[in-house]
């Protein structure tokens, strides 16, 4: 029940969020430095089109790096964050204006027209880049879903002209394609096949420019001359020839053998302004040019531009806080955060090239082993519709495969990092949503048989899709130097911290299970399997005085010896610790002295291993303090808050602000790791707001927001939540908060009754409405003496310990 002066107290926060320009306070060009890869360009949310500039250097896995790199062009599709290749994936088919050249001899390969910007000029805010070049020509894009435009102003009236690149992507992998222009309706169209920038596979794009612009957009701009050019020979590609009045190329499928070639079309106006208006499809060419006449029909720019900073300012708004009361930085840091995290899964729905079907499409599941911790259960309290349709297009993906994607990239299936991560969003959403699946239009027994052939089956490959679940069933641990009789293969390695998430794999089944009334035998069997992650603890091996670390194991039992702190952030010795087949660790992007704090769904059973709640905190300590911890990777995301499951919130307050402060700010480089398709931006919005999701589960560990108030606003469930926190005091703020600083909880009450725990809350009453009260002190003696509170639930949950009840 919501009490009257709680409406109120919502009324006023909401008033102020709604008054507010929350487009305004998004920095897009946080993490566009040395290693974010966030992307600053132009799109609405969830959108396919991702519209901006890209380096001539690499790493660019977004195309845009914030330095004074020359630019390539601009072009219309972009990851988020991710790793991958660093040349980047995405990027095909770029636009460049060219002026000041005769055009039979205007630079037109890809080395000789990158031009530097103007120091200062690229600017951005949700639905708008802009960026200008020394010699002074002007670039300016917005979007739709999957269409949008972009403009030039060049510093003179012209002849000025603009280069269509048919065959360089951010990869440089181009395989093929074709380009055809109709000068008389001044509309190019282009297809071309190019590699994902993880995985191994190809995918084939197709776009379509129109260049006559009506008059009525405020372009005068007259075709004056065209044609299309190539790579004179391709041992020396950078040698072109400008063919007059060329109306189309084409290169077969070949392989990689023509990815140097330089091809495109060259287009003069008679213009100062060149608008240009496009559309991307992955069917053909017309339905490219389809969705561009179909969403920008009219050219209108404040049109677009209007409609897509609209979608942003609506998604913003579901978090509303007194963005003049709190503090700058968390304020600028938290939409901006939100507007990342909303970036992607893109909404490919129409435009699946590969199976027929009724159900949504998303791209850049990449990867699900980086999104399962954040992004999916942000989505899951703000945004249950988009959050509904990713979920089902994970579903739809076992449909045609048989197994819930994992890392679907580019279209396509891309590598399999550790386990079949995507199982735990599906679980999460049974457990949150299953009894509204329907009226969300995800077909609940399909997501639960999804989990089930996920969990059971193997496919032949499981590098790209699954699960070694061969290995799994027959030993309860990932063996080493294991051949499969079955036949199955994939990337052997990583066997300790693939166990690991196939564990919290099961867990997500077992939670569906529960949730969805499925049998007991099946809630037993994924529970038992859930718990087979001990199977891979060695209590023997011992590292900086601390006992028990997970270990690969040799199919007899033996354990196989690793260093602990192999892959961490402090190895003395160089180890290939990602996806080498020379990785002989046992763990991917991390270290067995990391990977030996993963089991959100059973920690109780890991402070039993390492040695009771005193042995535990000060192992959480000693990992900080090495650092064992590397804070720009995922599986280091849980452990500032780890102290909860040693009774000791107090140490989360202080650790989360320390980490928060130490390697996040506002700066192009304040992100201490890649983006990784918005899961570090998911990750400071639940730090901020004082939450952390237990993974596929309904409880969320609760601590001291940085915020003195926040609401969120569910739109499934009608509600919006006011979170206020008493005593909310800004010398907390830091990295190393004053003594006395209130930033320890003393209180929390759920519309007016006091919780049982000052540790952890349930879902239902996050994103349930009402209103949430977390009262703080600054008595640090007290707090660690109050722990997680009295009463046998005060702890977060442990499967071991009868947590997550069926
Ligand atoms: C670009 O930036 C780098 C690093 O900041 C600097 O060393 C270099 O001189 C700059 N180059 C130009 C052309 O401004
Ligand atoms: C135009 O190009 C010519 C020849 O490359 C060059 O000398 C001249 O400086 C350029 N003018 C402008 C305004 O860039
Ligand atoms: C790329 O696409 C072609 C034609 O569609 C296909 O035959 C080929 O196997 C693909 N190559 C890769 C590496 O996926
Ligand atoms: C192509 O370029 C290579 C390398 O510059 C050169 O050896 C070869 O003669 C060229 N071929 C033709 C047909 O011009
Ligand atoms: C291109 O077409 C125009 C118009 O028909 C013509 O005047 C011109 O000579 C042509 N150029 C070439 C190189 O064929
Ligand atoms: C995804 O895009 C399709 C096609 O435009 C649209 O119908 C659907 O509502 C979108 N999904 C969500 C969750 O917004
Ligand atoms: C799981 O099942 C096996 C076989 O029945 C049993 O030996 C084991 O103790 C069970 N593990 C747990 C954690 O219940
Ligand atoms: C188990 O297998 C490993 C690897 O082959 C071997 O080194 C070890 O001695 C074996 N242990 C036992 C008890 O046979």
Known sequence: MVSRTTLLCIAAVAAHASAADLNSLVNLFIGTGASGNAFPGAAIPHAMAKVGIDVST??????????????????????????????????????????????????????????????????????YFTTTFVNGIKLETTSTRRAGLIRFTYPTAGPNHVVVDLTNDLGRSFEGGALALAAAAGRVRLGGTFLQSYGPSNYTVFACYDFAAPPAAGAQQRLVAFGTYQSTNLSAPSSITIRPNGTALSFPWTGDSVSAEQAGALLSFDAGVVLARFGVSFHNADQACANAEAEVPDWDWGRVQGASAGAWEEVLARVGVDTAAEDATVVELLYSSLYRASLVPANLTDENPYWESPYPFYDAFFCSWDTFRTVHPLLSI?????????????????????????????????????????????????????????????????????????????????????????????????????????????????EASRAWEYALGDFAVRQAAVALGKSAADVAKYANRSMNFVNMWDASVTSDGFAGFAQRRYPNGTFAFSPPNACSPVDPVGHSCARGTDNNVGFYESSSWEYSFFAPHSMATLVGLMGGPATFISRVDHYFATPYFLAGNEPGFLMPWAYHYANRPDLSALRVRNVLYKNFNTGINGLPGNDDSAAMAALITFHIMGLYPVAASKQLLIGSPLLSAYTLRNEVFGTTTAFRVVGFDKAGLAAAPPAGARVFVKRITVNGAPSASLCWIDFDDVAGGGEIEIEVYGDAAAAAAAGCGEGPNALPDSLETGGFPA
């Open 58 to 127: 690499a790493p660019r896995q977004a195309g845009y790096i914030h330095d004074n790199s020359s630019i390539t062009g601009i072009s219309l599709m972009h990851d988020e964050g991710t790793g991958g290749n660093a040349n980047g994936g995405y990027g095909f088919f770029p636009l460049f204006p060219l002026t000041n050249c005769t055009f039979a001899a205007c630079p037109v390969g890809i080395g000789a027209r990158a031009a530097l910007r103007k120091a200062g000029a690229d600017a951005a805010q949700p639905g």
């Open 382 to 494: 703000l945004d249950p519709r988009e959050w509904a349709g990713i979920v089902s297009a994970y579903v739809d993906g076992w449909r045609q495969t048989g197994f819930i994607p994992e890392c679907r990239a580019n279209t396509k299936a891309g590598y399999v990092q550790g386990g079949s991560d995507g199982m735990i969003p599906l679980g999460d959403f049974a457990v949150k949503y299953g009894a509204r699946a329907a009226a969300l239009g995800v077909p609940i027994d399909d997501l639960y048989q999804a989990l089930v052939d996920t969990a059971e089956n193997t496919p032949p490959d499981w590098y790209t899709v699954g699960r070694q679940n061969t290995a799994w069933k027959t030993f309860g641990y990932i063996p080493t130097d294991w051949v499969d009789p079955s036949g199955a293969t994939g990337l052997p390695t990583r």
